[in-house]
């Protein structure tokens, strides 16, 4: 199967729990589907209104470590902020030496990461990405995927070992911001191989035996009609 490849690494990256809020903010060990969409949308420097998406990708880090953080609270009057803020301090994780690689089967999307219109970050704005490189490759299809890493795989009728966590698809561009597709996920790091009865796409250069890739099938139809 021809895959259009983009490799991209940061020193460091963080992707918070949603709706959690706490003295410590940890970090989840794969980005979530939404964070690798907004990618997309950083580097066409628009919104892209996908119907239908094939897309996969592959997370690993380096290490792990907490750092701290001034974070500024903003109060609110009927819904509105207000100019009082008081600064507090949080402990947040962060990944250190990341690597991700994202897998389109739709070339114009992969060609916006030849020069990206804004900043690629993984989490926060200073978590800030490289473009290594785009390359384009035929890999091999899986029908029973045995080497799953470094992804998350929709949790509903795949059961996965692994951390379970509910997950927006994309966002809309809206004001708020709306979720869309909140679903619940196995979140599998690149630390850990799990098998599936999933089919996928195997890719011999991650790991030393390769790992396997799963593409997601986005269908945001029903969406648009909704709205």
């Known amino acids: 199967m021809q895959v259009h490849v983009i490799d991209l690494s940061s020193w460091t990256a963080s992707f918070r729990y ?25 580097a066409a420097g628009q919104y892209l209104h996908h119907q239908k998406l094939e897309i996969g990708y592959y997370f690993q ?10 974070i500024y609270q903003i109060d609110s009057t009927n819904g509105r902020a207000t100019n009082n803020a008081k600064s507090n301090i949080i402990r947040r ?23 990206p219109y804004y900043s690629l970050v993984l989490g926060r704005m200073n978590d800030l990405a490289t473009v290594e490189q785009i390359t384009t490759l035929d890999l091999p299809k899986v029908t029973y995927a045995s080497r799953l ?5 929709p949790f509903r009728e795949n059961y996965l070992a692994g951390q379970i966590q509910a997950l927006p698809k994309y966002f ?18 690149h ?35 909704a709205v």
């Open 191 to 225: 630390l850990t191989f799990v098998k599936a009865n999933l089919p996928a796409i195997h890719d011999k250069d991650l790991g030393k035996e390769g790992t396997d890739i799963y593409l997601h099938q986005l269908d945001f139809s029903e969406h648009d009609q």
């Open 18 to 42: 949603p709706n959690l809020i706490s003295g410590v903010q940890p970090t989840l060990e794969v980005p979530p589907v939404s964070t690798v969409l907004g990618l997309l949308n950083a």
């Open 93 to 115: 994780e962060f990944l250190f030496n990341t690597r991700l690689r994202i897998y389109l089967t739709d070339q114009k999307l992969a060609d916006y990461f030849r020069q």
């Open 61 to 70: 880090f380096d290490a792990k470590a907490v750092d701290l953080e001034t």
């Open 172 to 189: 809309t561009d809206t004001f708020p911001r709306q979720n869309v597709g909140t679903e619940p996920y196995s979140v599998i790091s």
């Open 149 to 153: 890493a470094g992804q998350v795989i």
